[in-house]
């Protein structure tokens, strides 16, 4: 029994380390520059859910908080950004990232592109497919980047079967997923993605998570 | 000696697996925020500064200290609010607390001081 116990964990632990690349493999700028401050662009919405850009935008700034980096007030720079014409981060995306530096003292500007954003009310999910891009002010390169088409499972399995039992999961399906608001696909696609970006100086694991291991530069993943 | 190594795998195993606790406390001020986002009310706004109050007031986070931008945004809200002197107090604990916010924070006080 023992020798099983202790071949499962070998596997576990195995498996959990397959092919992983290292963050410092597959973020090195974000060791080399240390960025700390990072101003959170308006999102450039490809998508035909037209609110998308001012309800993702307010996903971005805790999750970035708790990487252990400074983030501006969302609201201070988005009112900022809409008064000096950079609402629109199409502009900026390529171009000159100096005057972020100059205004704000940011070191990185992290860009976001929203790709899809749709709701299945049938088979009950909720799915954003976002583009995260960290530039930086200083040399312009791009620090970290990373894509993320993260669904969210609303679908309600209440357990009855035969044909009634389906017909009521099927409306408890499509009332959940309507019910549920779109933001909390961004906010999970936004979690998900991020989730192994290098921690910043306020972080727990700061200049120590280089050997940690990096996800993919796409992922596609299903949440609760 | 099997002893041994099992209880080292299970360790690592176990901490492969852990979860970090959070550097701050949000409580709901990321769902309160957004709904004033997508509906500028007075009551959105209220819900969001009641939500800011508690974020400043309470920190059981792994840093205990407020989130960056909170103090500076809620003061900012203070000052437009017609509460000039205690909206500034808070934007100026912001550099105090994040001293690499001064350069955005001072333009922003200098403005509200005109």
């Known amino acids: ?224 | 000696m099997k002893k041994l190594i099992l209880s080292a795998l299970c360790v690592m195993a176990m901490t492969s697996c852990e979860t970090q606790k959070s550097l701050y406390s949000w409580y709901d001020s990321e769902d309160a925020t957004y709904m004033y986002t997508k509906r500028a009310t007075e009551e959105t706004l209220a819900k969001a500064m009641a939500q800011y109050e508690k974020v400043i007031s309470k920190q059981e986070g792994l840093r205990k200290v407020v989130p960056p931008g909170v103090n500076a945004e809620y003061g900012y809200l203070l000052c437009k609010a017609g509460k000039k002197e205690e909206g500034l107090t808070l934007l100026r604990a912001e550099i105090k607390a994040y001293p690499e916010s001064e350069k955005f924070i001072s333009r922003i006080i200098n403005q509200l001081e005109k």
């Open chain 1, 1 to 224: 029994m023992k020798k099983y116990i202790i071949l499962g964990l070998v596997a576990l632990l195995m498996s959990s380390c397959a092919e992983q690349i290292t963050r410092l493999a597959q973020y090195p700028k974000m060791y080399e520059e240390k960025p700390l401050t990072i101003a959170v662009m308006p999102p450039i919405n490809q998508t035909n859910f037209v609110e998308a850009k001012d309800y993702f935008y307010t996903t971005l700034y805790a999750p970035l908080c708790e990487k252990g980096y400074y983030v501006y007030s969302p609201m201070m720079t988005m009112e900022m950004f809409q008064a000096e014409s950079a609402y629109d981060a199409e502009l900026f995306i390529e171009g000159n990232l100096s005057q972020f530096r100059n205004v704000l003292g940011a070191d990185a500007a992290m860009f976001t592109i929203i790709k899809s954003w749709n709701r299945n009310k049938i088979g009950g999910s909720l799915t954003a497919g976002v583009e995260y891009i960290l530039r930086s002010t200083k040399t312009g390169e791009t620090l970290y980047r990373r894509e993320g088409l993260i669904s969210v499972d609303t679908s309600i399995n209440s357990g009855n079967k035969g044909l009634f039992g389906a017909l009521v999961d099927l409306a408890a399906t499509a009332i959940n997923t309507a019910a549920t608001d779109k933001v909390v696909a961004g906010r999970k696609c936004t979690l998900y993605v991020l989730s192994d970006m290098p921690e910043g100086k306020y972080g727990a694991k700061f200049d120590q998570d280089q050997n940690m291991p990096a996800g993919k530069s796409y992922v596609k993943a299903t949440v609760r």
